[in-house]
């Protein structure tokens, strides 16, 4: 995995190399909110059947939720 250079904008795009070389870029945002941040993701189905988009879907969504336990301390 690697992320775009450090800057003020939010931005944490990142590219991840699959398992078969194919690189696959990935949006990331970190979004000022009243409250905190707002994390946003991305998700493009490309070349994926649906199956295979609805699995990693679920996989970003674990993901994030590790994410808010990481940043709020506490369970999502």
């Given at each position: 995995m690697k992320?775009?250079?450090?800057?003020?904008f939010g931005v944490l795009d990142h590219d991840v190399t699959l398992p078969t070389?194919?690189?696959?870029?990935n949006p990331l945002r970190v979004l000022a909110h009243p409250e905190g941040s707002e994390v946003?993701?991305?998700l493009r189905q490309l070349d994926m059947s649906d199956e295979d988009f609805e699995r990693d879907a679920a996989l970003v969504v674990a993901d994030l939720a590790r994410l808010k336990v990481i940043l709020e301390g506490h369970p999502a």
């Open positions: 992320f775009v250079p450090p800057n003020d070389g194919a690189v696959v870029t946003v993701f991305t």
